[in-house]
């Protein structure tokens, strides 16, 4: 009768897991994004934007959005915005379109971003995350309280449902301009990076980290002098790969892109992701 027993749970198990393996696609590709207002989308969309966006290219939404109709946890078909439900244009959004346009057909393009304007990265370390929360400006906090005041759980929690469904592939970042002079912003990142690693049971020769220059010295940007850190990051993470943002147009503010700038700089992102994973881009 123990024998029996055992036996019928091995069965059970093996079940279970040839279940769970089956449920994984291995050609819907998974990354996750996050950082801070550059990562959200800061420019307005337009309709140039919104219209015949691939099916293949899906965003799993991190926040309710009845606006949008749109529930946490859920699959939709990415047309901006795709950070929260009133966010607007981002690099993820032409990163995603910029790999279906050149990978094969059956392969689908999932994106998750989870991302906090005018936040440091410290807001992301798992484990120190609400001594920063304590002290975040009022005008954070209503964008804190959208992810239950914790953004890395929450990218985290989504990202666990993605693997259900696909391979998470690459993590992008877009942050640094709240770290400006911070040279031990690579340490604090490298923390961030590891933790997702850990968290998500993620190699991460498979899973490399590309990480967005803040907007240009050549386009007068605010917190250019960052970039000479952001460049120091490969040092630092091995796997970690840095978009230019050279030439990328930015808004007024010298401190956000314009909407044809996220266009430049998503299409870098995902030139470089293409690079990475061996595939030739289309002219």
Not at 45 to 67: H, M
Not at 181 to 204: F, M, Q
Not at 255 to 274: D, I, N, V
Request: charge should be neutral; charged fraction near 20%.
């Amino acid at each position: 009768m123990r024998r029996l027993r055992l036996f019928l749970l091995t069965c059970a198990a093996l079940l279970i897991t040839s279940s769970s393996a089956f449920s994984q696609d291995p050609n819907f590709y998974i990354f996750l994004a996050f950082g801070q207002s550059n990562m959200e989308g800061s420019a307005a969309f337009e309709a140039r934007d919104t219209t015949a966006v691939d099916g293949r290219f899906r965003v799993l939404e991190a926040v309710n959005c009845s606006n949008l109709n749109r529930s946490m946890g859920e699959w939709y078909t990415a047309a901006p915005p795709l950070a929260r439900c009133k966010t607007g244009l981002g690099p993820v959004d032409y990163f995603g379109r910029t790999l279906v346009e050149n990978l094969p057909k059956n392969i689908r393009v999932g994106i998750i971003n989870v991302a906090v304007g005018g936040c440091k990265i410290e807001l992301f370390d798992k484990d120190n995350y609400q001594s920063y929360t304590a002290t975040a400006p009022d005008w954070m906090k209503s964008m804190l309280a959208e992810y239950d005041g914790n953004p890395y759980g929450r990218l985290i929690e989504m990202a666990k449902i993605a693997q259900k469904s696909g391979v998470i592939k690459g993590i992008l970042m877009h942050q640094g301009e709240s770290n400006t002079g911070d040279k031990t912003w690579p340490s604090k990142v490298k923390g961030v990076y590891e933790n997702l690693l850990s968290d998500l049971k993620l190699d991460a020769k498979a899973t490399p980290l590309l990480a967005g220059e803040v907007v240009n010295a050549d386009q007068g940007g605010v917190c250019a002098s960052m970039n000479a850190i952001i460049a120091t990051l490969p040092q630092t993470i091995p796997t970690a790969h840095i978009i230019s943002s050279a030439g990328c147009p930015d808004g007024p503010d010298n401190l956000h892109f314009s909407a044809e700038g996220y266009r430049m700089l998503g299409k870098r992102y995902g030139t470089a992701m293409l690079d990475l994973l061996g595939i030739k881009q289309k002219l």
